[in-house]
């Protein structure tokens, strides 16, 4: 495994990041990142609709995560401030005391089949019971090739839902291998509607994924020993205890636990977006499994190991990530993600995003119930307001330094900070 010297990383600039980093790159990722190549118009305008152009965002790697014993570099695609600083603070106090664990319960996605006007429903479901077998083969014969590379349709499930119209919703599992797997789900279960309509006398409303993956939950733990948290023994312990408090805070009221999750999910998205994921079908899941207990929570769990003085947190969610498949093959820039990644399978690639999860939450909970979450942001909100004024990269940090002592921090004290500045050099 290729060691890189990270010291220093973050105050050199983007050309001598470069070069520290490419020993984990490709001659193509290494060249795709040194001429900015992007998304060709060609391409961009055979995956969507109604295409003008290509949108660019910040491509940042996040150093030493640790997962499983092992370190990665972890690409983040993100336009938001200080979400990259926070994760990797967190990672490095999480590595002294061990990195993440994580595992993969399982990794199959669902699909969901709804039949109704059945007028006996439970002999639908004993039908749907006794001919299960042949059900499968006939999904596994809609979309032969997952079937040849070891995955495929594996089991089927009934779920009646008692209404003013009742449905029965028939629920297939499906092993996607390396893909999300949305069109093998999609092509397995409309080739089952003409055969569960025949089995149930009803009709198909609808046959289609569900993104509610709850059959490819991922879960990441860490352990902190409270000497990381602040030397201070008294301050740590109160810290520790202060970061539970918040946890449960979040476990309670839903008005906190939107806000707490979306804290996750700035660097899940991050990394889902740099790896060419479906980040709006994971957030889809997650949310969902936030509300399993019957009202909104935090997805992650902290407490405390008084025995060991280590701070415990935990994180589950649905992660079907995929490494093939959909646009991850378009993109020069998901081509630069998976090499900085080491090229990853699926449930690795899942067992690292639910980390970084956990990171994320590390870090803005431990701002949170100390100084405070806007001292970091107001320098990064100087940063923006700086550039936006026009400021060049050597006049930044005197407009950033300035507009920190100001009262009232906008764009037009920022504009002249800035011209005041240019006048000077003039002078």
């Not at 008692?162 to 499906?174: G, R």
């Amino acid at each position: 495994m290729t060691k890189i010297n990270w010291a220093g990383f973050a105050k050199k600039n983007p050309k001598e990041r470069l070069s520290q980093i490419k020993p984990l790159l490709s001659k193509e990722s290494h060249h795709i990142l040194e001429n900015h190549v992007l998304l060709k118009q060609e391409i961009a305008s055979q995956m969507v609709e109604n295409t003008l152009g290509t949108f660019a965002l910040p491509f940042s790697v996040v150093p030493e995560i640790e997962v499983n014993h092992k370190d990665y570099t972890v690409p983040f695609v993100t336009e938001e401030p200080s979400v990259i600083a926070a994760c990797s603070f967190a990672s490095k106090i999480i590595k002294r005391s061990g990195g993440f664990k994580a595992i993969v319960h399982n990794r199959q996605m669902i699909g969901q089949i709804a039949l109704y006007e059945i007028k006996d429903t439970h002999s639908a479901i004993k039908a749907i019971e006794k001919h299960k077998k042949e059900l499968l083969a006939i999904a596994n014969s809609a979309h032969p090739s997952i079937v040849k590379r070891g995955g495929g349709a594996s089991d089927i499930k009934t779920n009646l839902i008692e209404d003013e119209t009742p449905l029965l919703v028939v629920h297939i599992l499906i092993d996607t291998k390396e893909a999300m797997g949305a069109n093998i789900v999609n092509t397995m279960t409309e080739a089952l509607k003409p055969y569960l309509e025949a089995l149930t006398n009803g009709k198909s409303l609808m046959a289609i994924l569900s993104n509610y993956a709850t059959e490819a939950l991922v879960t990441a733990n860490c352990a902190i020993d409270y000497r990381f948290l602040n030397r201070d023994k008294v301050k740590a312990k109160e810290l520790a205890e202060k970061m539970v408090l918040a946890s449960n805070f979040a476990k309670k009221d839903p008005y906190r636990a939107s806000t707490h999750n979306k804290g996750i999910f700035n660097g899940i998205d991050a990394v889902c977006i740099a790896t060419g994921n479906d980040w709006r079908a994971i957030e889809a899941g997650a949310h969902a499994y936030a509300s399993r207990n019957g009202r909104y929570e935090g997805l992650t769990t902290w407490r405390l190991d008084e025995a060991n003085k280590q701070l415990l947190g935990e994180i589950t969610l649905p992660l079907p990530l995929a490494t093939k498949g959909g646009s991850i093959g378009l993109n020069p820039s998901v081509l630069v993600a998976f090499d900085v990644l080491g090229n990853p399978d699926a449930k690795t690639l899942a067992s690292i995003v639910a980390s970084v999860g956990l990171a994320q939450n590390f870090a803005a909970l431990r701002a949170l119930v100390t100084e405070g979450i806007q001292e970091g942001h107001m320098k990064l909100h100087a940063r923006s307001l700086a550039l936006l004024a026009g400021s060049l990269p050597d006049e930044v940090a005197f407009v950033v330094d300035l507009l920190l002592k100001e009262k009232h921090m906008n764009l037009s004290t920022a504009e002249k900070i800035l011209e005041k500045y240019r006048n000077n050099i003039l002078e």
